[in-house]
T-cell receptor, first 113, second 111 residues
Framework: AQSVTQLDSQVPVFEEAPVELRCNYS??????LFWYVQYPNQGLQLLLK??????LVKGINGFEAEFNKSQTSFHLRKPSVHISDTAEFFC???????????FGSGTQLTVLP | DGGITQSPKYLFRKEGQNVTLSCEQN?????MYWYRQDPGQGLRLIYY???????QKGDIAEGYSVSREKKESFPLTVTSAQKNPTAFYLC??????????FGEGSRLTVL
């Protein structure tokens, strides 16, 4: 079985500060990991994905994430956030031959002026 | 433009009525999914389909039905048996690399 835990439901941060959104997964087999972003009343947009290879993955809008197998984590980071980064972020995992993604409960990032 | 198209974006329903949410795609995805989103609960899988004329129940299928008569279309019907249907509904198609492409969502409100 696969599961995802997003440790923080709300993360407020000031503009131009760095941010880290945490994601831990549980799976007994190889995994594929994803981060999505959702703006109000819209669908989800893929930020970045880890399928294999380099454990540091760069995505759109300056975000990056690092796959850490020993800690079963896939934390999302951005060195300097903007007001426009305010959104909800979802971590998702697909393990082995599973046919669907399992999503975390989401983290609301609010960037303050 | 390619993508996943959901309609309507907003829908109001009286109790006891069935409603159907449309999902159309032109990305040639074999697999399609319906999720329900409630505040603080992330996305929960309702139904998915791997191929035309075949579909499987997800985690919260009770009170919902789907069909997959053609590859491009995967409509979701919210029946009167669904006890708490007010929610944001998201349709997605799966790319060969495993990532999902989402539509813009449909917000259903029961009056």
């Amino acid at each position: 079985a696969q599961s995802v835990t997003q440790l923080d439901s709300q993360v407020p941060v000031f503009e131009e500060a760095p941010v880290e959104l945490r994601c831990n997964y549980s799976s007994s087999v190889s995994v594929y990991l994803f981060w999505y972003v959702q703006y109000p009343n819209q669908g989800l947009q893929l930020l970045l994905k880890y399928l294999s290879g380099s454990t540091l993955v760069k995505g759109i809008n300056g975000f990056e994430a690092e796959f850490n197998k020993s800690q079963t984590s896939f934390h999302l980071r951005k060195p300097s956030v903007h007001i426009s980064d305010t959104a909800e972020f979802f971590c998702a995992v697909r393990s082995g031959s599973a046919r669907q993604l399992t999503f975390g409960s989401g983290t609301q990032l609010t960037v303050l002026p | 433009d390619g993508g996943i198209t959901q309609s309507p974006k907003y829908l109001f329903r009286k109790e006891g009525q069935n409603v159907t949410l449309s999902c159309e795609q032109n990305l040639n995805h074999d697999a399609m999914y319906w999720y329900r989103q409630d505040p603080g609960q992330g996305l929960r899988l309702i139904y998915y389909s791997q191929i035309v004329n075949d579909f499987q129940k997800g985690d919260i299928a009770e009170g919902y039905s789907v069909s997959r008569e053609k590859k491009e279309s995967f409509p979701l019907t919210v029946t009167s048996a669904q006890k708490n249907p007010t929610a944001f509904y998201l349709c997605a198609g799966r790319h060969s690399t495993g990532e999902l492409f989402f539509g813009e969502g449909s917000r259903l409100t029961v009056l």
